[in-house]
């Protein structure tokens, strides 16, 4: 596989540092990433970046894998099929966790940092990344996106 450059289209998200405005970015090589709310820039991306050099936007070398997807709704949806299933059917359950794996299997997998929460959508290589470690996670003191302290 080809980790440097030839990349198609990809995005990164991130949340402002300065506002908490979270925003999407499509991003390209030596691209400023500027906040549309505050219009600070927290990063730009380095010329000739690939995925192995790390995260573009903190420069982090720990990126992990995740389904790109509302992790709470697939959650959720097993949520609603358990209570349903006890409550009248456990077919209910059986086809809630099937329509859940059906969900899941079709959703992209996206890259984003321990440190700084980037997520970084359509670039190669993320297949190859170590899904969520928590105890890497617990060395940057990484909060999961929406957990304010
Ligand atoms: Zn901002
Ligand atoms: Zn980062």
């Given at each position: 596989?080809?980790?440097s ?9 991130f949340?402002?540092?300065d ?7 499509q991003?390209?090589?030596?691209q ?5 709310q505050?219009g600070?820039s ?8 690939a995925?192995e050099q790390g ?12 389904k ?6 697939g959650?959720?949806?097993v ?5 349903l299933g ?21 959703i ?8 700084c929460?980037?997520?970084l ?9 170590e899904?969520?470690?928590h ?5 940057y003191?990484?909060?999961p996106?929406?957990?304010k302290t």
């Open positions: 596989m080809n980790l450059g030839g990349q198609g289209e990809w995005t990164v998200a949340e402002c540092d506002c908490g405005w979270y925003y999407r970015q991003a390209a090589p030596s400023e990433l500027t906040c549309p505050c600070i927290p990063a730009t991306i380095p010329p000739a970046w995925l995260c573009p936007v903190c420069g982090c070398r720990h990126l992990y894998r995740r790109d997807f509302n992790q709470l709704l959650i959720a949806l949520g609603l099929g358990a209570v006890v409550l009248i059917s456990y077919w209910f359950l059986l086809a809630f966790s099937l329509l859940d794996w059906v969900i899941y299997r079709r992209a997998d996206l890259a984003a940092c321990y440190r929460a980037a997520e959508r359509g670039v190669d290589g993320t297949a190859l990344l899904v969520f470690d105890h890497t996670a617990e060395i003191e990484f909060k996106a929406g957990e």
